[in-house]
């Protein structure tokens, strides 16, 4: 349990990588092999530092930021529609578990999406944005929608939906006659 | 083009199933029947001259001429030739041809398989063969080759006719023209005897005349007349006319069969002998033997109410008498003699209820004697004739065996003490078969009608009793599981009776009570090849009745048979064969009634008629009257059991075609025989209403129209006549549907309507409720002679079509698709169509082979296949009755809730037994390998995480 503690001492290439060797003077005639970054002097850091300081957005700057994102947010599902369509189509109306399982996500991902709206929109969320991103989450929940309809669209091509007579036919019973004839001879 | 024609046939072919090459010969049985075999014509002989082993021939009551191998008692070859009262048989010695002659047909056969080598009819019509012997030497010379055969013809043309042996060209003839009743010929080495009764014109006795003629030429070498008057009335007071002994002889009896009297045949004495025994003799059978090279020793059998005796007499040839050697004791009971020869030596083998004895015509001595065992299928019967062969070593028999018919129609053959097999020939004459619903099931049926009628709670209280019931069983189950599931693995050989038809899980063990033209009754296990369960003689219940056809009806528990001669039905117990006196009507009816009107209708006088319910003198509701010029034929219902699964017809597009069903549908056959004309009227037989109308033209109304309804569709088939339309001879088979409406998704004019009324009609009547008929008719290269459906439990599995084909003994199932009449005419089907499994129409349906459910079995002389329901819902029972027996089962949509016979129940035991055996060894491993895991492993495991993620970090930046 003791040598917990103590983490065992350092391998020599360890060292070697903590302690770099002193950058040579540099010779301008031989170009840095590509790739290599040298390690910035003191004073170059210094100045690179003093150049990342910029000044901080203000508070309305953020929140237009924030819509726009939960803008690129709420459009996102409607970009993969036709890549799904495709898909779909591609797949087939044949009942084989690939293209049910790619309608089953695609009736997963909008309902799971919907449910955790509140939760995809929390980063963007405060008291002044609240107010603005409503139509950004009903566009959401829209183009989601549009995913729904195209798996249901997918699933009806299956033939899958209960949508003709026939799906109904076990329900219909045979009309119940009110006479029965037979021959004399099954007496 | 080609392409698609390809395609569309593989489309059409490939739901269409055969019998499986490893299901044949277990899923079904044949009984290979040849009818009662005629003493006279059945004998052993060797099938050519250098044979080891002798085969059995005979010709049957019904005509049919077989052979029957005697080791086993299969049916080695078999002719049936017509139903005919004068059949007859010889064969030459040393011949490979054997000659029948039934009707007017004279046939050889080859002896060893059964093909025949000549046929000659004879040319007058209303003539038959009355009686045939071989020739089997001429002027003392045996002709090697083809010997002979002499024929007797009696009827429209009279005469004797000899044939020539090779290929049946008629050698000569000699017509009788003296109005003699021609009875029999005999031949002898050097003549031909011709015997005829010759009966004066004043009535009384006839007189024996006996004409020799000569071989060569068939004139009339001499005739005389021996005065027989006083005994000879009829044919049948002549008992023997000795067929090729070398000594012919001709013995009758008085009416009384008080005396008996025998000629040598060839000279005009006549031995007088009076009947040995003091009570009145039933029957006198004289036993000779035929060959050419025996001793001329006969045999006298005396058959009493009582018991059975007989004397031996000898001939001296040299002074023409005959003798009485010694006499046979007299036995109680019934018995039979049959005649045997061992080169010279003659050997007579008496056949008793329980025993077997020899003896050798020359003294009295038993020479062999066997007690026989009993068997099950002989149980109660007697001997009624036989035929024998005797082996004999140092003057005692060291073996016989003879082939008996016994009383209760079985043809068995007893070899020594044993019954090596037996034949059920008295089922050859079946007339009518039915299902027999075995009384323990139906009470399980009962109980669930039961609960189904009760509330819930009461239901299933009755439920829980009824469970807690049927646990009384459990002990012997228990016991029984260790045999079961060891049967299951190994696969059974039980021997079936009642017990196990009512504990078979599958319901391929069914009863078919089967009645025969003889009035006897027998029970056939069809799951267990067709085993006779039981069978009975009808003549023990009704003594007096002669039974002609009689009908089966089958009831809860039993069946009620019907025949002309009855005066009221008869009602045996299914299970057991035994007699039911009282009889429980109210659950006897053939259709459950819900809050029905019951209307009966029936033939009566060339007229279709209804009745307002099931008495006979219930009101007339309707009259259905065929055109003039057509007579009612025959008609058609729909089963008392058609479950429908659906009530449409789904189609590729998934729209609804709603079936017209429609219980009271009954289709008529009416013929108009002057105008070759067929008409098919389809009514509603609750209302008399006629719904669909068809007439063919051009068609033999002579030849069977059969039919068949089923569901919302039915079929018929007919023949055309070739001389009145002028087209070609051939069969047709037409297919038709009923629809409520033509239009999908369309219930027609009755609408969503839960129930109808065709008696009492709603606003919306007339023509628009008849049903929507789609028919197709189909050219068939067959003619069918019977048609039925195949019967599943739901109704769920497709049907087949069930047609027997006389002309090639055979029956075929046509796949329900086949005949689809929604088959596309002229042109391909489309995509939708394709997936409803319809093909392009063609006119012409060819029997496919793999239809046929018979496969190597030839079935001849069927007269109905009756179809039922069996365990399991993919699976319908067939059994085909007749002349022959014949049962299968089919799965016209293979049998998907059956484990098939390649699935191997020993290696998934295994597999299960080592993944238990594997779990086992693996489980204690694994969780020894967990608790060996201790936090130092765990920490170690972090640190060394720890130090890669700080070289990580160290290296990246």
């Known amino acids: 349990m003791s040598a917990v503690a103590q983490p065992p001492p350092p391998p020599q290439w360890v060292l070697d990588l903590n302690s770099p060797p002193v950058t040579k003077p540099k010779n301008p005639s031989i170009p840095d092999p590509p790739g290599y970054t040298p390690a910035l002097t003191r004073k170059e850091r210094a100045i690179s530092s003093k150049q990342s300081t910029r000044k901080q957005p203000t508070s309305e700057e953020t929140n237009t930021l924030k819509i726009k994102k939960a803008w690129e947010l709420a459009i996102a599902p409607a970009k993969q529609l036709p890549m799904n369509a495709f898909g779909m189509y591609m797949t087939g109306n044949s009942l084989q578990i690939f293209s049910i399982f790619m309608v089953f996500t695609l009736f997963k991902t909008p309902v799971m999406a919907v449910l955790n709206l509140q939760k995809t929109f929390a980063p963007f969320e405060n008291p002044e944005t609240s107010g603005r991103l409503i139509p950004v989450k009903i566009t959401y929940i829209l183009c989601n929608m549009l995913m729904l309809a195209l798996g249901i669209w997918k699933v009806n091509a299956m033939g899958l939906l209960p949508t003709t007579r026939s799906d109904w036919l076990a329900w219909e019973a045979e009309r119940d006659w009110s006479e029965r004839a037979i021959p004399r001879e099954w007496l | ?957």
Request: hydrophobic letters at 40%; glycine letters at 8%.
């Open chain 2, 1 to 957: 083009m080609r392409l698609h024609a390809a395609l569309s046939l593989a489309a059409c072919l490939a739901p269409v199933l055969a019998v499986f090459e490893d299901d044949a010969h277990h899923i079904d049985f044949h009984h290979a029947l040849l009818g009662l075999p005629k003493h006279e014509a059945t004998f052993f002989s060797k099938p050519y001259a250098a044979s080891k082993a002798s085969l059995l021939y005979t010709v049957s009551q019904n005509g049919t001429i077989g052979a029957v191998n005697p080791k086993d008692g299969a049916l080695v070859w078999r002719s049936p030739l017509g139903p005919s009262s004068a059949a007859h048989l010889r064969f030459g010695e040393e011949q490979d041809v054997i000659i029948g002659g039934v009707g007017n047909r004279i046939v050889a056969f080859s002896a060893s398989d059964g093909r025949i080598v000549w046929e000659t009819n004879l040319k007058v019509d209303g003539s038959a063969v009355q009686d045939l012997e071989i020739l089997e030497q001429e002027d003392g010379i045996t002709n090697p080759e083809a010997k002979d055969a002499i024929i007797l013809v009696d009827g429209a043309e009279q005469g004797v006719k000899r044939v020539d042996g090779k290929t049946g060209r008629v050698k000569w003839t000699l017509e009788e023209t003296s109005g003699d009743i021609p009875f029999q010929i005999s031949t002898s080495p050097t003549t031909i005897y011709y015997i005829s009764l010759h009966s004066p014109l004043l009535g009384g006795g006839s007189k024996l005349r006996v004409s020799s003629l000569s071989p060569i030429t068939g004139k009339k070498i001499d005739s005389y007349q021996l005065s027989s008057e006083a005994e000879i009335h009829t044919k049948d007071n002549i008992l023997f006319a000795g067929a090729n002994t070398a000594t012919p002889l001709l013995a009758w009896t008085d009416k009384a069969h008080k005396v008996l009297k025998v000629n040598i045949i060839g000279t005009k004495g006549i031995s007088t002998f009076n009947t040995p025994i003091s009570e009145p003799v039933e029957k006198i059978v004289l036993h000779a033997p035929n060959r050419l090279n025996s001793l001329a020793h006969f045999l006298v059998e005396y058959q009493t109410a009582t018991g059975h005796s007989a004397e031996v007499f000898h001939v001296d040839l040299k002074r023409n008498t005959i003798s009485k050697a010694y006499s046979l004791p007299q036995l109680k009971g019934k018995g039979t003699f049959a005649t045997s020869t061992a080169n010279a030596n003659v050997y007579f083998t008496r056949i008793t209820t329980d025993e077997v004895t020899v003896v050798s015509s020359v003294s009295h001595g038993i020479i062999g004697r066997w007690t026989l065992k009993g068997s099950s299928a002989l149980a109660g019967a007697y001997p009624v004739h036989a035929v024998s062969e005797v082996v004999v070593k140092d003057n005692s028999a060291s073996a016989a065996r003879s082939a008996v018919l016994f009383s209760n129609g079985q043809w068995a053959l007893v070899r020594n003490s044993d019954i090596a097999w037996s034949r059920p020939e008295f089922l050859s004459t079946t007339t009518s078969a039915v299902w027999a619903e075995l009384p323990e099931e139906e009470t399980l049926a009962h109980e669930l009608e039961v609960e189904g009628h009760q509330n819930v709670v009461a239901a299933y209280v009755h439920r829980v009793n009824r469970h807690i019931k049927d646990l009384e069983h459990f002990p012997a189950w228990l016991q029984n599981l260790p045999t079961r599931i060891l049967g299951n693995l190994v696969g059974t050989t039980g021997d079936s009776t009642i017990d196990d038809i009512q504990h078979d899980t599958f319901g391929f063990h069914k009863l078919v009570v089967l009645a025969t033209e003889g009035g006897h009754l027998a029970a056939l296990d069809v799951g267990a090849k067709g085993k006779i369960v039981w069978s009975i003689d009808l003549h023990q219940f009704a003594p007096e009745a002669s039974f002609s056809s009689p009908s089966l009806k089958a009831f809860r528990g039993f069946v009620e048979i019907k025949d002309p001669s009855l005066t009221s039905p008869l009602l045996i117990n299914s299970t057991s064969g035994s007699q039911i006196v009282d009889r429980d009507l109210t659950s006897s009816s053939p259709v459950t009634l819900k809050d029905q009107k019951l209307i009966t209708f029936d033939l009566v006088d060339g007229e279709l008629k209804g009745f307002l319910g099931p008495e006979p003198s219930a009101e007339v509701a309707w009259t259905f009257t065929a055109p003039p010029g057509e007579k009612i034929a025959s008609y058609t219902a729909r089963p008392a059991k058609d479950p429908v699964a659906s009530i449409g017809k789904v189609l590729g597009d998934r729209r609804v075609l709603y079936k017209y069903l429609n219980p009271n549908l009954v289709l008529v056959t009416a013929l108009a025989e002057s105008a070759h004309k067929v008409s098919i009227y389809l009514l509603d037989s609750a209302s008399g209403q006629l719904l669909h109308t068809v007439a063919h033209y051009g068609v033999d109304t002579s030849r069977p129209i059969p039919s068949t309804f089923s569901e919302n569709w039915f079929s018929y088939s007919f023949t055309i006549d070739a001389s009145s339309s002028g087209a070609a001879r051939g069969y047709q088979l037409v297919v038709s549907e009923l629809y409520e409406s033509p239009l999908p998704d369309d219930r027609g004019p009755l609408g969503a309507s839960s129930n109808s009324s065709t008696v009492q009609p709603s606003e919306v009547r007339g023509e628009a409720t008849k049903p929507h008929v789609l028919s197709q008719s189909y050219q068939i290269p067959e003619e069918i002679s019977h048609m039925t459906v195949t019967q599943t439990r739901q109704g769920i599995t497709s049907r087949e079509l069930i047609v027997t084909l006389p002309a090639s003994n055979s029956i075929v199932g046509i796949p329900r698709q086949v005949i689809d009449p929604r088959r596309p005419i002229g042109r391909e089907p489309t995509t939708q169509e394709q997936s409803e499994g319809l093909g392009k129409y063609v006119p012409m349906i060819l029997f496919d082979p793999k239809w046929h459910l018979n496969h190597v079995y030839e079935v001849i002389g069927i007269r109905g296949v009756i179809t039922s329901e069996s365990g399991v819902e993919s699976t319908s029972l067939v059994f085909a009755y007749g002349s022959d027996l014949f049962g299968t089962r089919v799965a016209p949509s293979f049998a998907f809730d059956v484990l098939g016979k390649g699935f191997n129940k020993i290696q998934m035991t295994l597999t299960v037994a080592a993944l238990f055996v594997g779990v086992l060894f693996v489980a204690p491993l694994v969780s020894y390998l967990f608790e060996n895991i201790t936090e130092e492993d765990i920490l170690a495991d972090k640190q060394l995480q720890v130090q890669r993620k700080q070289i990580n970090t160290l290296w990246t930046t």
